[in-house]
Every structure is written in C-alpha cells, then in structure tokens.
C-alpha cells in the first residue's frame, strides 16, 4: 500500500487549494482515510477524517467550514479542498489511510495518529502573501 499527496503549494490568503491522495496497492474503500498537517516547529494535528463509504466526516475546529474532505473509491483517490486559506493552515499535509481494514464493516473515523498504519510523504501548503 503506498499513498502519494499531491497538490499543495503556495497560495495567497482566501486562495484555495485541492490536494489529492492517491492510494495504490491495495482497495482504498477499505480504510478509514484521514488529513493530518504539521506547521513548523509543532506537532502534527488531526485536519479531517472520513469512513469507508464517505458517510461520516470529521473536522478540527480551526478548519470548519472551509475544508471539504471527500473521496472517490473508484478511483482509489481522497481529496482535501480547502477554501478560504490561512497563514495558519501552513504546513506539511499528509494523507493516511487506518491500520485496519475491511470490505463490509464500518470503521469510525479518528483524529488519532496511531489509528493509521499507514502514510503519505507529505505536500507542503504555503499560505503567504
């Protein structure tokens, strides 16, 4: 299972962003997928997590509102579109996808990093003007 972000980089403030996670190896419909971010000199956070079948989500506070999480199993690609950009949403984003993994039973979303068992390389969003 390998996932690869793609679709970060520099945008002014308001600006929006899509980023894309792409997953190959394996059935991406079988894991809990998640965004997780990490801004200079802090720790990496929980942004957005989402079930199997896209049904439930969750949201940080910091970006409610602004970040739509989604996917698209058929493609075996998650997404992150995030308006109305802040200098605070700088950072590396990773995608990760859950440590378990089933074609028939429901998996809770989570903001914990130990959830996921496995992870993106990372995009980097910079928001600057």
């Known amino acids: 299972l390998q996932l690869v972000e793609s679709g970060g980089g520099l945008v002014q403030p308001g600006g929006s962003l899509r980023l894309s996670c792409a997953a190959s190896?394996?059935?991406?419909?079988?894991?809990?997928m998640g965004w997780f971010r990490q801004a200079p000199g802090k720790e990496r956070e929980g942004v957005s997590s989402i079930t199997r079948s896209g049904d439930t989500t969750i949201y940080a506070d910091a970006v409610k509102g602004r970040f739509t999480i989604s996917r698209d199993n058929a493609e075996n690609t998650g997404y992150l579109q995030m308006n109305n950009l802040k200098p605070e949403d700088t950072g590396i984003y990773y995608c990760?996808?859950?440590?378990?993994?089933?074609?028939?039973?429901?998996?809770?979303?989570?903001?914990?990093?130990?959830?996921?068992?496995?992870w993106g390389q990372g995009t980097q969003v910079t928001v600057s003007s």
């Open positions: 190896g394996t059935r991406l419909g079988d894991y809990v």
């Open positions: 990760a996808v859950s440590a378990a993994s089933s074609t028939y039973r429901a998996l809770p979303v989570s903001f914990a990093p130990n959830y996921y068992g496995t």
